[in-house]
T-cell receptor
Framework: DAKTTQPPSMDCAEGRAANLPCNHS???????VYWYRQIHSQGPQYIIH???NNETNEMASLIITEDRKSSTLILPHATLRDTAVYYC??????????FGSGTRLLVRP | NAGVMQNPRHLVRRRGQEARLRCSPM?????VYWYRQLPEEGLKFMVY????????ESGMPKERFSAEFPKEGPSILRIQQVVRGDSAAYFC??????????????FGNGTRLTVT
């Protein structure tokens, strides 16, 4: 079961931090959590992934709880171009990424 | 380093024709995935290939669809006798080594197939 749970939609003001939550309560010890986004009809864009430690790159930060049952993707200063559908994904036992419905983030001017 | 390249970007076929979609993975990537996205829906896994081998085709329709990833050249997704319901965006993704679970997939920008 590679299920994750995300809110269907969120919004935030331009320039503010966007915090996107994800629940993955059945995650196992060696499973990474991956975050992607899809802007309009483009291909999914890889953002970040992590196992147990918090991660940061030029796009975002990923905060993973100590029990690893949930995580939060943080876009520190959201811009209008960050409006997209954001997917929190686990890789299943057959090495596939199974996409759910994601969170539709709207960044307001 | 070029990303995952898919061509054509747009493909129009009449019902009954064949569609061939090509995917060149990122340099050094030997794992290729194909996904389909119907209008207003999420991405659905179709098939996972590693050079010359189909690893998982559990998401492929039983008829008319086939995929290959030869030793040389791009991966090909082939749809025979297309029907209107095949109209969708088809995305390819590649990775270096998924087995350690620390290698993200990188996606191309897709081929949009329209069947008239």
């Amino acid at each position: 079961d590679a299920k994750t749970t995300q809110p269907p939609s969120m919004d935030c003001a331009e320039g503010r931090a966007a915090n996107l939550p994800c629940n993955h309560s059945t995650i196992s010890g060696n499973e990474y959590v991956y975050w992607y986004r899809q802007i309009h009809s483009q291909g999914p864009q890889y953002i970040i992934h992590g196992l147990k430690n918090n991660e940061t790159n030029e796009m975002a930060s990923l905060i993973i709880t100590e029990d690893r049952k949930s995580s939060t993707l943080i876009l520190p200063h959201a811009t209008l171009r960050d409006t997209a559908v954001y997917y929190c994904i686990r890789m299943d036992s057959s090495y596939k990424l199974i996409f759910g419905s994601g969170t539709r983030l709207l960044v307001r001017p | 380093n070029a990303g995952v390249m898919q061509n054509p970007r747009h493909l129009v076929r009449r019902r009954g024709q064949e569609a061939r979609l090509r995917c060149s993975p990122m340099k050094g990537h030997s794992h290729v995935y194909w996904y389909r996205q119907l209008p207003e829906e999420g991405l659905k896994f179709m098939v996972y290939l590693q050079k010359e081998n189909i690893i998982d085709e559990s998401g492929m329709p039983k008829e008319r669809f086939s995929a290959e990833f030869p030793k040389e050249g791009p991966s090909i997704l082939r749809i025979q006798q297309v029907v209107r319901g095949d109209s969708a965006a088809y995305f390819c993704a590649s990775s270096t080594n998924v087995r350690d679970r620390d290698s993200p997939l990188h996606f191309g920008n897709g081929t949009r197939l329209t069947v008239t």
